[in-house]
Every structure is written in structure tokens, then in C-alpha cells.
């Protein structure tokens, strides 16, 4: 049996993982029970598995699970602090960028990673950063906004 050490929002994990390809989109929401990670595609086209690898965003549904082995992950439950909303979220409901629901954690974890790697990004490094992503419901707009709301509250945050 293979054995996973990582950390995944701050905790230190270790995970028993069955043979054969195990992605780690499964790793969270299967062996983790973390299922505000999403599954659309399967294939890396629609963004809504993305989580933040070493401070990177990544669609964890092509990411073998081995390749997180000492990495910290941060997936949409570990945004929140002392059950405080990250101002990303925030922005999304303030934004009306919510339908159904089914690619907001996968957004947010994006423009997560985005701003915080660069909180002053400009709106095309959002809007290249948002056409990563796949939204059923929304015709994008309302999320261009809470991104554009989500950089504001971040830069005022600094
Ligand atoms: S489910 Fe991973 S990119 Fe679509
Ligand atoms: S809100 Fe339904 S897929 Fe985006």
C-alpha cells in the first residue's frame, strides 16, 4: 500500500492509498471526506477541482496523488478562518456569482491564488485567470465582477 504524507489546509495527512491511479481530486473528497472540491470534467478542462498547490492553483483531478507528497494543499474549506469567510468568498456572494454552485469553489480558489500571489493583478491577468474555468450558469459576468470585488477587499486588506 502506498503511503501519502501532506498537509491539506494546515494539517499534516497521512493517507493510505489503494492501488492503482489515485488523482488527488479523490485523495480529498474520497479518502478526505473534503467534498467542497469538485469534480466536473475529470479531464482538466473545467476548472472546478482547482485547488492551491504550494501557492499555486491546480486542477487536482489530473494530478496524480503522488505528486502532492510534501506539498501543502489548500482546498475551498480551508479558506475559511475562525469561521470568517475569506474576502474571495465574500466577494462572490456580495457579487451574486453564485448559481447552482457546482464551479464556485474551483473559482475561488483560483482568484484566491491569483491575488494572492499578486494582489494589485490587473483585469486581464483575472480575466485570463477566470477563462481557465467552465460555468454553466452564470454568462461569467457576475464573476468577472467578484473577482474585481475580491481584488478590492484584498488590497484594502494590506
Ligand atoms: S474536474 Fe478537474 S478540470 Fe474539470
Ligand atoms: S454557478 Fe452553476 S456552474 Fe457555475
Do not use: W
Not at 1 to 9: E, G, T
Not at 89 to 94: K, S, V
Not at 95 to 122: H, K, W
Amino acid at each position: 500500500m502506498r503511503v501519502l504524507n501532506f498537509s491539506v489546509n494546515g494539517i499534516p495527512r497521512t493517507v493510505h492509498l489503494e492501488e492503482g491511479r489515485v488523482m488527488l481530486s479523490s485523495v480529498l473528497r474520497d479518502y478526505l471526506g473534503l467534498k467542497g472540491t469538485k469534480v466536473g470534467c475529470g479531464t482538466g478542462q473545467c476548472g472546478a477541482c482547482t485547488v492551491v498547490m504550494d501557492g499555486k492553483a491546480v486542477a487536482s483531478c489530473v494530478i496524480p496523488a503522488e505528486k502532492a507528497e510534501g506539498k501543502s494543499v489548500l482546498t475551498i474549506e480551508g479558506l475559511t478562518e475562525g469561521g470568517e469567510l475569506h474576502p474571495v468568498q465574500q466577494a462572490f456572494i456580495e457579487a451574486g456569482a453564485i448559481q447552482c454552485g457546482f464551479c464556485t469553489p474551483g473559482f475561488v480558489m483560483r482568484v484566491y491564488a491569483l491575488l494572492s500571489e499578486n494582489p494589485e493583478a490587473d483585469d486581464a491577468a483575472i480575466e485570463a485567470a477566470l477563462n481557465k474555468h467552465l460555468c454553466r450558469c452564470t454568462g461569467y459576468e457576475t464573476i468577472f465582477e467578484a473577482a474585481l470585488l475580491a481584488r478590492a477587499k484584498m488590497v484594502g486588506q494590506n
